[in-house]
């Protein structure tokens, strides 16, 4: 992380706080979870909640790099307010960011509504074709692939965590 994002000081200090409160949220997420699970640790078990911890904490600590690099950049370059231009190019790529983030949130409430398959499969296409269309332009020869891909991770996700890892999701 030694140079900023696209050359843009004001991207990577927004990355950087974005970062920071998705950290947050997920750590006052993982808070209640754990205050709700009664489980019993296995000895030499670091504890159930110990890869979320970890996973939450490296996101944290790239956050406040992030965010102290774009800081750190914007007062070196005086860089202050945005062009008109600049501004809607770069409202158009946190809003592809913001979707990303509430589709996320809104996915456990679709694997209750739908079973966890077709929640998966219904995210992955939509984000697929989103994604292949913002780098490819639009087509709908975007659509079979999205199909394919989304199928694959909801096929995969039936396997590896409803059939073999047999854990309780809504099915």
Same mark, same amino acid.
């Given at each position: 992380?030694?140079?900023?994002?696209? $050359?843009?000081?004001?991207?990577?200090?927004?990355?950087?706080?974005?970062?920071?409160?998705?950290?947050?949220? =997920?750590?006052?997420?993982?808070?209640?979870?754990?205050?709700?699970?009664? =489980?019993?640790?296995?000895?030499? $078990? #670091?504890?159930?909640?110990?890869?979320?911890?970890?996973?939450? =904490?490296?996101?944290?600590?790239?956050?406040?790099?992030?965010?102290?690099? =774009?800081?750190?950049?914007?007062?070196?370059?005086?860089?202050?307010?945005?062009?008109?231009?600049?501004?809607?190019?770069?409202?158009? $790529?946190?809003?592809?960011?913001?979707?990303?983030?509430?589709?996320?949130?809104?996915?456990?409430?679709?694997?209750?509504?739908?079973?966890?398959?077709?929640?998966?499969?219904?995210?992955?296409?939509?984000?697929?074709?989103?994604?292949?269309?913002?780098?490819?332009?639009?087509?709908?020869?975007?659509? #079979?692939?999205?199909?394919?891909?989304?199928?694959?991770?909801?096929?995969?996700?039936?396997?590896?965590?409803?059939?073999?890892?047999?854990?309780?999701?809504?099915?």
């Amino acid at each position: 992380m030694t140079a900023t994002m696209e $050359d843009s000081p004001l991207k990577t200090l927004c990355s950087g706080v974005l970062f920071l409160t998705l950290s947050a949220v =997920g750590w006052a997420a993982l808070r209640q979870s754990e205050n709700t699970y009664t =489980g019993t640790p296995m000895p030499g $078990d #670091p504890g159930a909640f110990f890869l979320a911890h970890l996973c939450i =904490g490296i996101v944290a600590v790239a956050a406040v790099v992030l965010t102290a690099r =774009g800081v750190w950049q914007c007062v070196m370059t005086g860089q202050r307010l945005m062009s008109p231009r600049y501004m809607v190019s770069a409202s158009r $790529d946190w809003a592809l960011a913001l979707g990303f983030v509430v589709s996320l949130l809104a996915m456990p409430e679709g694997m209750r509504w739908l079973g966890t398959p077709y929640a998966v499969a219904a995210f992955a296409i939509f984000w697929v074709f989103v994604l292949l269309t913002a780098v490819r332009g639009w087509s709908w020869r975007h659509l #079979p692939e999205a199909a394919l891909f989304g199928t694959g991770a909801a096929l995969t996700v039936h396997l590896v965590f409803i059939r073999l890892l047999n854990l309780p999701l809504p099915v």
